[in-house]
């Protein structure tokens, strides 16, 4: 879930390696697209798929993603006539938010 849900991204795909011992936990995967640079706060919630969404996730977390673009990978166009757009709004969103960490974030299954 994308935090605040104005913004929107895109979940192009998720994958689940499943180890080779019973009873291992395996590793889950998404690659999410975001729709421009800036910080934003995904939250995750663990929960059974087939409970109601009235009961509360097992577990949730929150992680502060940081979006950078290079810039030489933007069209030369766009580099030169590209101009900062003030906020439509002044109250301060998740992703202005200074990160606590900066480090890669592998998320595991308990």
């Known amino acids: 879930m994308l935090d605040p849900p104005l ?25 999410v ?8 706060n995904l939250k995750f919630a663990y929960r059974r798929l087939w409970e109601p969404a009235s009961i509360p996730s097992a577990q949730t977390t929150n ?3 940081e979006v950078i ?7 030369l166009m766009e580099r030169l006539f590209t101009k ?4 439509a709004s ?3 969103q998740p992703e202005e938010e200074e990160p606590q960490s900066k480090r890669r974030v592998e998320m ?3």
């Open 7 to 31: 913004q929107t991204a895109r979940l192009l795909d998720e994958s689940y390696t499943s180890p080779n011992l019973p009873g291992a936990p395996g590793t889950q995967t998404l690659r």
């Open 33 to 40: 697209v975001f729709p421009r640079e800036g910080r934003f």
């Open 63 to 65: 992680v502060i993603v």
């Open 69 to 75: 673009s290079g810039q030489e990978n933007r069209p």
């Open 84 to 87: 900062d757009i003030e906020p």
């Open 90 to 92: 002044n109250v301060p």
């Open 108 to 110: 595991r299954r308990p």
